[in-house]
C-alpha cells in the first residue's frame, strides 16, 4: 500500500508540472526579414522572455523572413485578429496613424542621439499613446538605424543626380512625395520584390539602411550607396488590441517588460550590424559617396513641404523634436 501511495505521489506530481507548462497562449508573431537581422533577433528574444517570465503559460511564436505576408498585411491582419504580435515600420502604419508622419519626415534629426533623446521621453510616449483607434498597441521602439539613397547607375553627389530616377519605397505616400520633390520617380513596392526589381531594371534604385542593404543583398544589383541620412524611421513592436483584450493584466505587464527589454537588446545588435553590413559592402567593392554638408542643405530644402503638406496639424510637436536637438 505504502508504495502505491508513493507511485500516486510522483503521478501527481508529474501530472502538476506537465499542467504548468501547457500555454494557455499560444500566439503569432510576424517579421519580415531574415533569421539573422537584429529585429528578427530581437523578436526571438521577446518570446523567450515572455515564454520565461509567464512559465511558459504565453507561448509566442516568431515567423520570420515575410512569411505571413508583407508589413501592409500584416497591419491589416493584425486589426482582424489574424495575427498577435509584429515588428512593422512607421512608414506603413502612418496610413492607420498619421501622426506617425512626424516621425518619418525627411532630415528631422541631427542624428542618432537626437532621435532617442526624442523616443525615449515625454515626446516618444505620446507617439506610443497615439493608436487608440487603430486596433493596434504599441509596445516597444526598434532600431532600424539612418536611409540612404543606392541605385545601380551612377553615383549620387548632388541633387541633379536624383533627376528621373525611379526609386522604390515603402507604403507611404509621404516618402512617395518625398521623393517626386527631389526630382526623381517614386515606385511603391513590397521589400521581397526589391532584389528582382532592380535586376531587371524595373527600378533604377531604392532607400534603406545598411543592414538592410547588406541582407537582402541588394548591393550585388545597385552598387552606388549615397549617405545621406534623409530618414531615421524607427520601427515598432506592436500588439494586436483584440489579443491584448484577451490577456488578463498581469500578463500584458510581462509582455510590456520584455517587450521594452526585447528593444534594448535588438538596439545592441543593431549598432553592432552596422558596422559589420558598411565593412561588408565596402569589401564587396560598393561604391560610397557622402552629401557634402552643403549639398545635403539643397537636399533638405527641396523635401520642406513635406512638412507642412503631411504634418500641419503637428508643428508643435515638430519644433519641440527640432529644439531637442539643439540641447
Partial sequence: MAFCIALWGCAAQNTSRETENVPEFVLTYAENQEEDYPTTQGAYKFAELVKERTDGRVEIIVNAQ????????????????????????????????????????????????????VLEGEIGDRFLNSFDYSGLVALSWYDAGARNFYNSSH??????????????????????????????????????????????????????????????????????????????????QLAARSTWEKLPEDYRDVIRECAEESARYERRLWREREVLSEKKIRDAGGIITQLTPEEKERFQAAVMPMYQKYCSDYTDVIERIVEAGKT
Fill in 155 to 236: 553615383s549620387i553627389e548632388r541633387l541633379e543626380d536624383m533627376k528621373g530616377m525611379v526609386i522604390r519605397v515603402q507604403e507611404s505616400e509621404l516618402m512617395s512625395d518625398s521623393i517626386r520633390a527631389l526630382g526623381a520617380v517614386p515606385k511603391q513596392m513590397a521589400y521581397g520584390e526589391v532584389y528582382s526589381g532592380l535586376q531587371i531594371g524595373e527600378i533604377d534604385g531604392a532607400e534603406n539602411n545598411w543592414p538592410s542593404y547588406e541582407s537582402a543583398r541588394h548591393f550585388e544589383v545597385a552598387r552606388y550607396y549615397t549617405i545621406d541620412e534623409h530618414t531615421r524611421v524607427p520601427e515598432l
Fill in 66 to 117: 515575410g512569411t505571413l505576408g508583407d508589413e501592409r498585411t500584416v497591419i491589416e491582419q493584425m486589426q482582424f485578429g489574424g495575427i498577435d504580435f509584429a515588428r512593422v515600420s512607421l512608414s506603413p502604419l502612418s496610413e492607420f496613424v498619421p501622426e506617425l508622419n512626424v516621425l518619418q519626415l525627411p532630415y528631422l534629426y541631427t542624428g542618432a542621439d537626437h532621435m532617442w533623446k
